[in-house]
């Protein structure tokens, strides 16, 4: 049983930034692969971050350079600091686990297996 909550989202104008949290708990240990994960309004869900067990991150190609992924293995948090936030970064964020990143894809929705509630950003120009 895996349990992920989201928080940290809100509202912010463009140029801004925001620091996404996940709480996480369960049977969870160090081999999984973390995500962050996006929906705007009418799309479909896209990847945004993914942390691989080894500490590397992928980042699709609107965010690199501006979100940051990190765990806090000690406090059981994943984050997402997220800079220069532009409106079409607007969506509800979603945490999710999975036990192995799906090569060669780690951001691809389909291959998370635990999802939290999600979050909501709202970035405004």
């Known amino acids: 049983q895996v349990h992920l909550v989201e928080s940290g989202g809100g509202s912010v104008q463009a140029g801004g930034s925001l620091r996404l949290s996940c709480a996480y708990s369960?049977?969870?240990?160090?081999?999984?692969?973390m995500g962050w994960l996006r929906q705007a309004p009418g799309k479909e869900r896209e990847g945004v971050a993914a942390?691989?067990?080894?500490?590397?991150?992928s980042y699709a190609d609107s965010v690199k350079g501006r979100f940051n992924v990190s765990k806090d293995g000690a406090e059981n948090i994943l984050h997402l600091q997220m800079q220069s936030l532009k409106p079409e970064d607007t969506g509800l964020y979603y945490c999710?686990?999975?036990?192995?990143?799906?090569?060669?894809?780690?951001?691809?929705?389909?291959?998370?297996?635990?999802w939290g509630q999600g979050t909501q950003v709202t970035v405004s120009s």
């Open positions: 369960g049977n969870i240990d160090s081999s999984v692969c």
């Open positions: 999710a686990v999975t036990e192995r990143c799906w090569l060669p894809d780690p951001l691809r929705p389909a291959g998370y297996n635990y």
């Open positions: 942390l691989h067990s080894d500490g590397s991150a």
